[in-house]
């Protein structure tokens, strides 16, 4: 049976719709793909901390004296918040400290646990005898060496050997004591760098420590340590104050002090 107009109509325009669609289908194989939008860079490195150290130091710095009797300190702000930050974060991450027997000191006949955390680094060589013990030196890491080049250009002072302590919270602390150790050079400052929480740092004369009738009325002097601030004890400081960083339960931050030092050589085997 023939099919009628209408059916043949239909079919003819099923055929044509299917055609066009074949045709769409074929140029869009033709164009060109699509190229995908570009990933982006990289995260760019940070700039190494002898860089951070070195742009601070280009700011003159506002040192402030402080002195008595037998008493010559030097304090200034070495590095702003950011470097001081930069400087604290990357020396987190870089300091192992001591443990086992390098962690404890021999006190009034007794050994006690250390109430912070220490560690040392310096030049090959040396190492530091107090307390019952001698403490290594290990090999600079580099932000050790960024750091001691800023200490360095700030005081004029070469140094050799670093201590860190680390005060883990308000509770953390260091008694009374003096740096007078014969393998510290005399004619050189101790140079101290503190990062992290702010914490009191207090003199006391060795006159204000004997009993009496000997005891004489001499004031302690203490200072808050801030974040990114360097103190100078220059000579005769050490040989004639004390000096301690007393607990303090509302400083419950983390503290990093590092204490540059010039050792004398050691003596020909």
Partial sequence: MASSPSKRKAASSEDADEADGEGRRRLRSRRAP?????????PTAPPPLSAVLAAALERPLSWRKVSAEGLDVDYCRLLGRAQADRTLADLERELDYFTGELARVF?????????????????????YKFSGRTVPARPWPEPLLALRAAVEKASGTSFNFVLINRYRSGQDHMGEHQDAEKELDPAAPIASVSLGQPRDFVFRHRDARRPRPHKKDIPTVKLSLEHGSLLLMNPPTNQVWYHSLPPRKACPGVRVNLTFRRMLPPPPP
């Fill in 107 to 127: 006190v009034f006949g007794k050994w006690h646990d250390i109430p912070r955390q220490q560690c040392s680094f310096g030049d090959p060589g040396l190492s």
């Fill in 34 to 42: 699509v190229t995908p939008p570009p990933s982006p860079p990289p």
